[in-house]
């Protein structure tokens, strides 16, 4: 036992070398590092909540011109959620009548395991990762397919029908956004030739985000979708549905539900990093080993790693407090309509310009050949739906001008030239029509 | 020697979960015991190195076959509220039934992986190369679309696959007699 040794095994991060030195190697101090590095992850994510909670209170509260949590600890309210935490733990245990004993209580405890089990394959930093999977990626997507069952689970136990309808509403969202998600990770998967998150970070020596920007943009909405946060918050939908599946719960096992999401979020920030902005990397600093033969890159890995998930985190954040919610019609149709085939076609054209590219190109020329990939395959998707958009709104009479309610009289951006007014029945539902065609903005005039 | 303490939690909570599910009044629960049952012989499957297999289990089974199950299960709520017993009288027939499956399954064991003589030493586990467990994926990869594997019932099954989902959109089009009516 060296507190100096423990002092500087701590600040490179290298704890589980410390106790290898100290009680010697053996199958004992492997359960034991083991054992502690699960406690150790699972206690950080439960913890960072806390501050996190406190981070999306401030920072949503900046955006809409509020001050926030400003009294509870200080000036910046930072003890709020501590405070708020203690007033969920006080309250009373409530089951409503004719819930379902099993499913409702263990639905709580269930979110929560899911939400951290996906933290196993996380990379914070050379060597700081629970378990390096050589299926990291699909381990994540199984994980989080299966914990779509938790939220039925919920809603069906708390026999309600508002819960009911938010859990079938957040099971159709779910599971037709792991298409496109899973579509979309395809892209990075092929670009690093492996499923391993830290396979994934060794090959970015290029983050990225720059060989397949649309991939990310694609991940990026569907992670959205995926944890339920708007602008595809109808799951939770306050004005139609009060508060989705989670309704009928109280107390701390309401508390449960909304910690699973916030690490959840926290998961799919970490997660984009991981996969599209290089994770811990910097500049090979993060390997850098000192003359005593403590890596303490490691710590400049986890800053830097931390670094990017907050800004993730953050962009999350900036989302959910500008945009308003889509309705359930558009989510799916966005889903299924756009998401889906752009991603297809995506994967399919990386796939084979990848492969086309003989081993041992420069990276930099990989990186521009995909670069331009992309390009041409946003440009192309951007024609189509402006083809499509344009289509829909020559076929409604009145130049699309007023929605839905067509008034049949000739429009003002090329509505003639199709004879006869049409009547109003044959009128195609401008609200259903293709992402991109233009709808007018009406300003109301006070 | 853990192997087989874990193995052994794992055959004990794959069968007690799939009596359950045979026993079960209300078919919820049944259901939810179907995927503990899932889950354990996923287990398994990550027991015996295999850990795709064992993720696919997850995904497959416990993310979309149980999901049908419950939603098929939450459309008919008046069946759940039934308080019959699951069984009924024909104990003979049962018996025969399982009789005849037990010894196929022991015929059929027996005859792959016959017992080791009395004087045999004891076999552990073959220990595998790691590096050949981390490139698992890859090669299981290579050899779905390689011609001396498995390419034929590969794509068979993706042709299987994209006809049962081409045929499902075409049940669910709107006839066009139908589309007026709306």
Same mark, same amino acid.
């Given at each position: 036992?060296?507190?100096?040794?423990?002092?500087?095994?701590?600040?490179?991060?290298?704890?589980g070398?410390?106790?290898?030195?100290?009680?010697?190697t053996g199958?004992?101090?492997?359960?034991?590092?083991?054992?502690?590095?699960?406690?150790?992850?699972?206690?950080?994510?439960?913890?960072?909540?806390?501050?996190?909670?406190?981070?999306?209170?401030?920072?949503?509260?900046?955006?809409q011109?509020?001050?926030?949590?400003?009294?509870?600890?200080?000036?910046?309210?930072?003890?709020?959620?501590?405070?708020?935490?203690?007033?969920?733990?006080?309250k009373?245990?409530?089951?409503p009548?004719?819930?379902d004993?099993?499913?409702?209580?263990?639905?709580?405890?269930?979110?929560?395991i899911?939400?951290?089990?996906?933290?196993?394959?996380?990379p914070?930093?050379?060597?700081?990762?629970?378990?390096?999977l050589?299926?990291?990626?699909?381990?994540?997507?199984a994980?989080?397919?299966?914990?779509?069952?938790?939220?039925?689970?919920?809603?069906?136990g708390?026999?309600?029908?508002?819960?009911? $309808?938010?859990?079938?509403?957040?099971?159709?969202?779910?599971?037709?956004?792991?298409?496109p998600?899973?579509?979309?990770?395809?892209?990075?998967?092929i670009?690093?030739?492996?499923?391993?998150?830290?396979?994934?970070?060794?090959?970015?020596?290029?983050?990225?985000?720059?060989?397949?920007?649309?991939?990310?943009?694609?991940?990026?909405?569907?992670?959205?979708?995926?944890?339920?946060?708007?602008?595809?918050d109808? $799951?939770?939908?306050?004005?139609?549905?009060?508060?989705?599946?989670?309704i009928?719960?109280?107390?701390?096992?309401?508390?449960?539900?909304?910690?699973?999401e916030?690490?959840?979020?926290?998961?799919?920030?970490?997660?984009?990093?991981?996969?599209?902005?290089?994770?811990?990397?910097?500049?090979g600093?993060?390997?850098?080993?000192?003359?005593?033969?403590?890596?303490?890159?490691?710590?400049?890995?986890?800053?830097?790693?931390?670094?990017?998930?907050?800004?993730?985190?953050?962009?999350?954040?900036?989302?959910?407090?500008?945009?308003?919610?889509?309705?359930?019609?558009q989510?799916?149709?966005?889903?299924?309509?756009?998401l889906?085939?752009?991603?297809?076609?995506?994967?399919?054209?990386?796939?084979?310009?990848?492969?086309?590219?003989p081993?041992?190109?420069?990276?930099?020329?990989?990186?521009?050949?995909?670069?331009?990939?992309?390009?041409?395959?946003?440009?192309?998707?951007?024609e189509?739906?402006?083809r499509?958009?344009?289509?829909?709104?020559?076929?409604?009479?009145?130049?699309?001008?007023?929605?839905?309610?067509?008034?049949?009289h000739?429009?003002?951006?090329?509505?003639?030239?199709?004879?006869?007014?049409?009547?109003i029945?044959?009128?195609?539902?401008?609200?259903?029509?293709p992402?991109?065609?233009?709808?007018?903005?009406?300003?109301?005039?006070h | 020697?853990?192997?087989?303490?874990?193995?052994?939690?794992l055959?004990a909570?794959?069968?007690?979960?799939?009596i359950v599910?045979?026993?079960?009044?209300?078919?919820?629960h049944?259901?939810?015991?179907?995927?503990?049952?899932?889950?354990?012989?996923?287990?398994?499957?990550? $027991?015996?190195?295999?850990?795709?297999?064992?993720?696919a289990?997850?995904?497959?089974?416990?993310?979309?076959?149980?999901?049908?199950?419950?939603?098929?299960?939450?459309?008919?709520?008046?069946l759940?509220?039934?308080?019959?017993?699951?069984?009924?009288?024909q104990?003979?027939?049962?018996?025969?039934?399982?009789l005849?499956?037990?010894?196929?399954?022991?015929?059929?064991?027996?005859?792959?992986?016959?017992?080791?003589?009395?004087?045999?030493?004891?076999?552990?586990a073959?220990?595998?190369?790691?590096?050949?467990?981390?490139?698992?994926?890859?090669?299981?990869?290579?050899?779905?679309?390689?011609?001396?594997?498995?390419?034929?019932p590969?794509?068979l099954?993706?042709?299987?696959?994209?006809?049962? $989902?081409?045929?499902?959109i075409?049940?669910?089009w709107?006839?066009?007699?139908?589309?007026?009516?709306?």
């Amino acid at each position: 036992m060296d507190i100096l040794d423990l002092l500087k095994s701590l600040l490179s991060l290298s704890l589980g070398d410390f106790i290898r030195r100290t009680f010697g190697t053996g199958p004992g101090t492997e359960l034991l590092i083991d054992i502690g590095g699960v406690v150790m992850l699972s206690t950080f994510c439960l913890l960072i909540v806390i501050f996190l909670i406190w981070l999306t209170r401030k920072l949503i509260a900046r955006m809409q011109d509020r001050i926030g949590p400003n009294r509870v600890g200080g000036r910046f309210g930072l003890l709020q959620t501590v405070a708020d935490v203690m007033k969920l733990l006080t309250k009373e245990v409530i089951h409503p009548s004719g819930a379902d004993w099993v499913a409702f209580n263990a639905a709580p405890i269930l979110i929560v395991i899911a939400a951290l089990l996906v933290w196993a394959v996380m990379p914070f930093a050379p060597g700081v990762i629970g378990v390096d999977l050589n299926i990291g990626i699909f381990y994540v997507m199984a994980i989080s397919s299966a914990s779509v069952i938790v939220i039925l689970l919920a809603g069906w136990g708390s026999n309600n029908k508002y819960a009911l $309808l938010g859990a079938f509403r957040a099971v159709a969202q779910m599971v037709s956004y792991e298409v496109p998600m899973i579509l979309a990770l395809l892209v990075p998967i092929i670009l690093a030739g492996t499923m391993s998150t830290k396979g994934i970070i060794d090959a970015q020596t290029i983050p990225f985000i720059f060989l397949a920007p649309i991939s990310a943009l694609i991940f990026y909405i569907s992670t959205l979708a995926e944890t339920g946060r708007t602008p595809f918050d109808l $799951l939770e939908a306050e004005s139609e549905i009060v508060a989705g599946y989670h309704i009928e719960y109280g107390g701390m096992k309401f508390g449960m539900f909304f910690l699973a999401e916030f690490i959840n979020t926290l998961f799919w920030a970490g997660l984009f990093v991981t996969i599209y902005l290089g994770g811990y990397r910097f500049f090979g600093l993060e390997n850098w080993v000192s003359a005593d033969g403590y890596p303490y890159g490691r710590l400049i890995g986890l800053i830097v790693f931390f670094a990017k998930v907050f800004f993730m985190y953050f962009v999350f954040d900036w989302v959910r407090s500008t945009l308003p919610r889509v309705r359930v019609d558009q989510i799916l149709n966005l889903n299924w309509k756009f998401l889906v085939p752009v991603s297809l076609v995506l994967l399919f054209a990386v796939a084979i310009v990848d492969k086309l590219i003989p081993t041992g190109t420069n990276a930099i020329v990989r990186m521009v050949i995909h670069l331009v990939l992309n390009v041409v395959i946003a440009a192309a998707t951007l024609e189509i739906l402006r083809r499509r958009g344009r289509q829909n709104r020559l076929a409604t009479p009145g130049g699309g001008s007023g929605g839905a309610v067509a008034v049949p009289h000739d429009g003002h951006d090329g509505g003639h030239g199709h004879g006869a007014p049409q009547p109003i029945e044959d009128v195609p539902d401008v609200l259903d029509a293709p992402l991109g065609a233009r709808e007018p903005v009406v300003v109301p005039v006070h | 020697m853990s192997q087989q303490i874990i193995f052994f939690l794992l055959a004990a909570i794959t069968l007690t979960s799939a009596i359950v599910v045979v026993t079960m009044r209300n078919l919820f629960h049944a259901a939810l015991a179907l995927m503990v049952s899932f889950l354990g012989v996923a287990g398994i499957y990550i $027991l015996l190195e295999a850990p795709f297999l064992g993720m696919a289990q997850l995904l497959v089974y416990i993310g979309a076959i149980s999901m049908l199950i419950i939603f098929a299960i939450m459309m008919t709520r008046r069946l759940m509220q039934t308080n019959e017993t699951p069984f009924n009288s024909q104990v003979i027939g049962s018996l025969i039934g399982s009789l005849l499956v037990l010894a196929i399954l022991v015929l059929v064991i027996g005859r792959l992986y016959p017992l080791a003589p009395a004087d045999a030493v004891l076999q552990t586990a073959p220990q595998v190369d790691p590096a050949v467990l981390q490139s698992s994926v890859a090669r299981m990869g290579r050899s779905f679309v390689s011609a001396e594997a498995y390419v034929l019932p590969f794509e068979l099954a993706s042709v299987l696959l994209l006809a049962a $989902l081409v045929g499902s959109i075409i049940i669910a089009w709107p006839r066009r007699g139908e589309e007026d009516n709306q």
